[in-house]
């Protein structure tokens, strides 16, 4: 059930539509009770929440004072005087507390045997001396709170306006001295941003207030109020498309969840004139409650639509850029602007609540092109791609069948729509008659380039495939139509991931820079994964060039940028750039955003089917765990291990088996530690088992994707594992057999492991040197491990004749080894 709403007015709201209605800012409310609560000594905490119009003040403001009133605990030591929106009349510390008296008497009835409050207000409003007219009023007010027994709470909204308005100098200090030194008057106040009276410390209001500030809606709160106001569930594609329209503002939010779903192109066009005539009021008093230069600024930018640099604002608000950029930074400061990505030196901006760029649009228009342009704009923000094309089929099949004068309307309409990133290529192939011959020549023409360019780079053709790219961005390079810039983007994109083949690194990082600025204002589904890809590749070279915090930026960057698409085209990119996230805060030693990384990427990626999705959410479990074994949280750790091995052990595919298999070893590491060596054999034995079987059937050719690489480097790890349980049990023949088939695989592999050797340095413990030499020299692995055998035989006494080159690293082999049986001595075997 829809819930009813005043306008945009919530103090017409009664005390059970207030509580339907406030359904978002239940943590702020919780926030301010919270400090009312604790307000019991000799001081207060006053508070002052802070956000744009629209923002939800007034009715969070409303919410503290119903629920103060209603809270039996609350209103048994609080009583709430709630002040009207605007406090027009107040210009002096007198008519402060006289405003505040006023709204008393309204509030609270005349009861036999005390002080008449109304015919008090009618006397002291003859004062004309301030000082005492304030004496007078903070009097009575304070005679009240002491009858009652109770503490007042003033909820003052526009503070700042109100200070702004005041024509008494001391009225700041006048208040500052009574809500510092009188524990019966406490307030909660409003701001539409933050004003000097709270922030300069010379100010009167300095350091008085906790300040709360309201953060636009995110996406589930956006959710929660449109299903509220509305009545009905909305698809998470639509409550993302409301929350980008309207910035996340609550009000915004309220007006547009009552509008419909998808209509015909004139219903449209008649409902959404009638909502702007309707909210017209709110949207005039929004743009006039900026001064006059910012005004000019914001409507520059409403008047570009899209995300726009200080210098295209500044051209189209006739300003010098200094002073438009100037501009621009306080009206982000409000709130009302927000940044649009780009770079350091070319930043984007755009107006955060679009649509005031549709009220503006529509407003300004003169004629019937401006009026089409503008709702087609709207048509953009607030349909999906799927419903709006539906909306373009239904006008192109009525396209016969209307007036003359209908026809007119659609065909520009449809012209418009054409232009639209997202509907470009849909027009291109599905409407060739709509598509002008010349944009279809150069889209024909900056398609053919890339294609060429792309099969010599299928062919390994690097140089040449950067001489066709190059061609093709020298020409096109700015280009206005859609199907033509989706070739440059993709050409930007190639060129800076051949660059990086090339570890070309820094202009790699300049064309794939551009790529991502030039798909900001574009934003096509024809380019999603193009652009994943390509931020994807830009956190690759970054991370290759040592800077790590920047690459874990752009992971982010693309993490943010698709925070919903866990099943889309892009989520195998979003998942990889989550895995990689947590790889490159380990590296910079932040474990805990190493592990919220691998945690998010479970959470919205671990119930997928997608295998090139599975590969990193598994391989970030297997991180997880790691890294939890590092911080010594091994029971953690193995819990981890063991979801793995339930859930991925039995995998078909090697990609995901292979992590999988990873886990166990970090298992039987942890149990060797912990001393839980039957545990820890027999997980060993189960994990050789599970090897073997993919082994055999990869040998019948069951196994598409097998790797014995890497197959036989996790058999190698378990070896080297389970190895180290034996020396300590001083199971030597168990010994033996390890070191045997240690020796065996070691040739198979493209290079000798150093964690291999180390290993076999330990097993001369149990071993002894001489026998440890002998099994090595009976093996396969004799020539690649000559440096070792000629390091034990000196440990021995001999002198065996050996190269200069084998000799040196013999030596290094030596050290290490005198050092690992000097760190052994010192634990004795169990089966000594």
């Not at 219903?267 to 000019?296: G, M, N, W």
């Not at 189209?316 to 930074?329: D, F, P, W, Y």
């Not at 390091?791 to 001999?798: I, N, T």
Request: charged fraction near 30%; charge should be negative; include cysteine.
């Amino acid at each position: 059930m829809a819930t009813a709403t005043k306008s945009h007015n919530p103090g017409f709201l009664t005390d059970d539509e207030l509580r339907a209605m406030f359904c978002v800012r239940v943590g702020e409310l919780e926030s301010l009770l919270e400090t009312l609560r604790d307000n019991t000594g000799e001081s207060n905490q006053h508070a002052i929440v802070v956000g744009p119009r629209g923002s939800g003040k007034t009715i969070l403001l409303l919410r503290v004072a119903l629920e103060v009133r209603s809270d039996p605990e609350l209103s048994s030591r609080l009583y709430p005087i709630v002040f009207a929106e605007e406090s027009y009349s107040v210009s002096t510390c007198g008519e402060f507390w006289l405003e505040c008296l006023s709204r008393l008497a309204q509030q609270e009835p005349y009861r036999a045997g005390e002080p008449d409050l109304r015919r008090t207000v009618e006397d002291v409003r003859r004062e004309r001396d301030d000082r005492v007219l304030r004496e007078r009023c903070l009097g009575a007010l304070l005679d009240f709170a002491e009858r009652e027994g109770k503490r007042l709470v003033l909820h003052v909204e526009n503070l700042n306006m109100l200070f702004s308005d005041m024509m008494d100098s001391d009225a700041g200090w006048c208040l500052r001295k009574t809500l510092q030194t009188d524990p019966q008057i406490m307030m909660i106040g409003s701001a539409t941003s933050r004003f000097g009276e709270i922030d300069r410390p010379d100010r009167a209001l300095y350091d008085l207030f906790r300040v709360l500030t309201l953060r636009p809606l995110d996406r589930r709160e956006s959710s929660v109020l449109c299903e509220t106001v509305s009545g009905r569930a909305l698809d998470d594609g639509v409550v993302r498309r409301l929350q980008i329209l309207t910035g996340g503002s609550p009000r915004l939010l309220t007006i547009m969840a009552r509008f419909g779903a998808a209509r015909s192109f004139r219903t449209l066009s008649s409902d959404l004139l009638d909502l702007v005539d309707e909210h017209t009021a709110y949207f005039k008093s929004h743009l006039e409650s900026l001064p006059a230069q910012e005004r000019r600024v914001y409507l520059a930018l409403a008047e570009l639509w899209k995300p726009a640099t200080a210098r295209e604002v500044a051209e189209r608000a006739r300003l010098e850029t200094s002073k438009c950029s100037a501009q621009l930074r306080r009206l982000m400061g409000r709130g009302v602007v927000s940044d649009a990505g780009g770079t350091n030196r070319r930043k984007l901006y755009y107006v955060s609540e679009r649509l005031y760029n549709i009220y503006y649009l529509l407003r300004r228009s003169r004629g019937m092109d401006s009026l089409v342009g503008a709702l087609v704009r709207f048509m953009d923000a607030y349909y999906s791609r799927t419903e709006l094309r539906g909306i373009v089929d239904d006008m192109v099949a009525e396209l016969g069948a209307v007036d003359p004068a209908t026809r007119l309307v659609y065909q520009a309409a449809l012209e418009r729509f054409g232009s639209l990133p997202e509907q470009a290529w849909h027009f291109y192939r599905e409407y060739p008659d709509h598509v002008p011959e010349d944009v279809r020549a150069v889209t024909e023409e900056a398609a053919a380039l890339l294609e060429r360019g792309g099969e010599k780079l299928e062919k390994g053709d690097l140089r040449g495939a950067l001489v066709d790219l190059k061609a093709l961005l020298q020409k096109f390079r700015g280009h206005r139509e859609p199907t033509v810039r989706d070739s440059v983007v993709r050409a930007l994109v190639n060129r800076g991931n051949i660059l990086a083949q090339l570890e070309r690194d820094e202009e790699a990082i300049r064309a794939l820079d551009e790529a991502v600025d030039m798909f900001g204002p574009i934003d096509s589904s024809e380019l999603r994964t193009v652009m994943a890809t390509a931020l994807l590749n830009k956190s690759y070279v970054l991370a290759r060039l040592g800077q790590t915090k920047d690459a874990i930026e752009v992971c982010g960057q693309l993490i943010e940028w698709c925070p919903g698409d866990s099943s889309g085209p892009v989520a195998a990119q979003v998942a990889t750039a989550l895995f990689n996230r947590g790889i490159l805060s380990g590296k910079m030693d932040r474990a805990k955003d190493a592990l919220a990384a691998y945690d998010e990427l479970q959470n919205r990626f671990g119930s997928s089917e997608s295998l090139d999705v599975l590969v990193p959410v598994v391989g970030g479990q297997v991180n997880k765990a790691a890294t939890l074994f590092s911080i010594q949280r091994q029971d953690e750790a193995l819990q981890v291990c063991e979801e793995i091995w339930d859930r991925f052990g039995n995998h078909e595919s090697s990609r995901v088996l292979h992590p999988a298999w990873s886990a166990m070893t970090i298992k039987t590491a942890i149990l060797s530690i912990q001393g839980r060596r039957c545990e820890h054999l027999a997980a060993c034995e189960e994990l050789l088992n599970r090897i073997d079987q993919h082994e055999r059937r990869a040998v019948s050719g069951k196994v598409s994707d097998y790797n014995p690489e890497a197959v036989l480097e996790l058999r190698l790890v378990t070896y080297e594992i389970r190895v180290l349980t034996y020396i300590k049990e001083g199971n030597v023949p168990a010994v033996a057999d390890d070191v045997r088939a240690i020796l065996l695989a070691l040739p198979r592999l493209p290079s000798m492991p150093a964690r291999s050797i180390q290993s076999l340095m330990t097993t001369s413990f149990a071993l002894g040197i001489d026998r440890l030499a002998s099994l090595i020299r009976e093996s396969p692995s004799a020539d690649h491990l000559l440096p070792l055998t000629t390091a034990l035989d000196w440990e021995m006494g001999k002198e065996p004749r050996v190269s200069m080159e084998i000799r040196e690293v013999a030596e290094d082999m030596r050290r290490e080894l005198v050092q690992i049986l000097k760190q052994l001595s010192n634990e004795e075997p169990e089966g000594g």
